[in-house]
T-cell receptor, first 114, second 114 residues
């Protein structure tokens, strides 16, 4: 079975500061990795995904994530956040041999303060 | 394209009442999904439909039924609502279940059962 752990339920940060949202996963098989963002009262939107190749993945809105297989982590980073980045961020995994099922972490609320 | 649409946006039910949540997508996607989102638990898969005419249980199917009415529409029915079903429900779709495609999410239905 797969599981995803997002260690921080909420991360407060000042505008223009860097941020890292942590994600660790557990799986006995190879997985694909995803980060989704949910703005208030909206559905989820894909930020970025790791399928194969370079372990540093760039996504929309200036976010990037690094896949670390030895540490089973896929942390999300942004060098300088904006007020508009305030949202909930979900890490998710999907088995490479089973494309239908996404397993989500519990989410991290990023709160950007002026 | 409207993407994935859901109706209603909000609903309040009394315990024991029934209702159907509607979902439609106009992207010609083959697979559709129903998730529920609860605080601190991320999203959990209720049911999915890999293709028109097929449906399968996800992680938390008890108390729900689904119908894949046609390729566009996938409905979720609560026959006898319970307070434990108070949640935000998201519908999602994906073009091909076996490809490395992203899931597109609807805006959600916020359901309260009193």
């Amino acid at each position: 079975a797969q599981s995803v752990t997002q260690l921080d339920s909420q991360v407060p940060v000042f505008e223009e500061a860097p941020v890292e949202l942590r994600c660790n996963y557990s799986s006995s098989v190879s997985v694909y990795l995803f980060w989704y963002v949910q703005y208030p009262n909206q559905g989820l939107q894909l930020l970025l995904k790791y399928l194969s190749g370079s372990t540093l993945v760039k996504g929309i809105n200036g976010f990037e994530a690094e896949f670390n297989k030895s540490q089973t982590s896929f942390h999300l980073r942004k060098p300088s956040v904006h007020i508009s980045d305030t949202a909930e961020y979900f890490c998710a995994v999907r088995r490479m041999d089973s494309s239908y099922k996404l397993i989500f972490g519990s989410g991290t609320r990023l709160l950007v303060r002026p | 394209n409207a993407g994935v649409t859901q109706t209603p946006k909000f609903q309040v039910l009394k315990t024991g009442q029934s209702m159907t949540l509607q979902c439609a997508q106009d992207m010609n996607h083959n697979s559709m999904y129903w998730y529920r989102q609860d605080p601190g638990m991320g999203l959990r898969l209720i049911y999915y439909s890999a293709s028109e005419g097929t449906t399968d249980k996800g992680e938390v199917p008890n108390g729900y039924n689904v119908s894949r009415l046609n390729k566009r529409e996938f409905s979720l029915r609560l026959e006898s609502a319970a307070p434990s079903q108070t949640s935000v429900y998201f519908c999602a779709s994906i073009k091909e279940i076996r490809l490395q495609s992203e899931q597109y999410f609807g805006p959600g239905t916020r359901l309260t059962v009193t």
